[in-house]
């Protein structure tokens, strides 16, 4: 079991930067991936960054790739996702979530491959 926390959210102008974090807790020594997702009003979750394993690989969606920065602190068991060059279409309700095992059909981009899951923490970007 991994219980994940959210924090950092907040109101930016357009532009602005953020940092999130994720704190994690319980068995986070077998988690096999991290991932930020977004949920915007009316829209689907989608996926913003990944961490594979201890910051072997990260993932990013295109829309964040140059922007968004995905790192990990292992000491902490913390993920953060700094948020730079801030959009309004950036704003929505950010979840973190942790992938307990490799599933080989599930890329970490897919948000069926994740486990556990915060609760939210709300980004609002103004224009």
């Known amino acids: 079991q991994v219980h994940v926390v959210e924090s950092g959210g907040g109101l930016v102008q357009a532009g602005g930067s953020l940092r999130l974090s994720c704190a994690a807790s319980?068995?986070?020594?077998?988690?096999?991936?991290m991932g930020w997702f977004r949920q915007a009003p009316g829209k689907e979750r989608e996926f913003v960054a990944a961490i594979i394993r201890s910051g072997l690989s990260t993932l990013y969606a295109d829309s964040v790739k140059g922007r968004f920065t995905i790192s990990r602190d292992n000491a902490k068991n913390t993920v953060y996702l700094q948020m730079n060059s801030l959009k309004p279409e950036d704003t929505a309700l950010y979840y973190c979530a942790a992938a307990s095992v490799v599933r080989p059909s599930i890329a970490p981009t897919n948000k069926y491959g994740y486990d556990y899951w915060g609760q939210g923490t709300q980004v609002t970007v103004s224009s």
């Open positions: 319980g068995r986070t020594s077998s988690t096999y991936a």
